[in-house]
């Protein structure tokens, strides 16, 4: 399978799966304000492009996002990306972060929106789900 790289840094690995209709971003190091949404906007146009459905998001090794950022996300790139035909979220987080179940509102708002999201702690266990869907 050939992936096709979007962006590349020190923080961040945004590349696309086009065999599996996936977008799929790495954090590599705490990121946020304009660095993550120029990688966030770049994936959403490889997204259009490829006319992929799927993100897989591998944010264990990012730190939490600002206020600013998260208001971005929903008001901005959310609604954005799923314009551009974006259906199925996979998020990898924290253990502890996915056992605490913070990502509920934002899940149960995207649902209503038309994405469909789920959060992990395992990589192949996403990977599996998005695998698994549409």
Known sequence: MTAITIVDNESITVQCLPERGIIYHTIHAPI????????LL??????????ATKWLSDDRKNGPLSAEDA???????????IALGWKYWALVVPEALEAAGA?????DSLYALGLRMRVFS??????AWLDSVE
């Open 32 to 39: 946020g304000g304009q660095p993550l949404r120029d990688a």
């Open 42 to 51: 770049a994936g959403s146009e490889a997204l259009k492009e490829h006319r």
């Open 71 to 81: 208001e971005w996300g929903s008001t901005v790139w959310h609604r954005q990306t």
């Open 103 to 107: 990502m509920s509102p934002v899940i």
């Open 122 to 127: 395992k990589l192949e266990d996403a990977f």
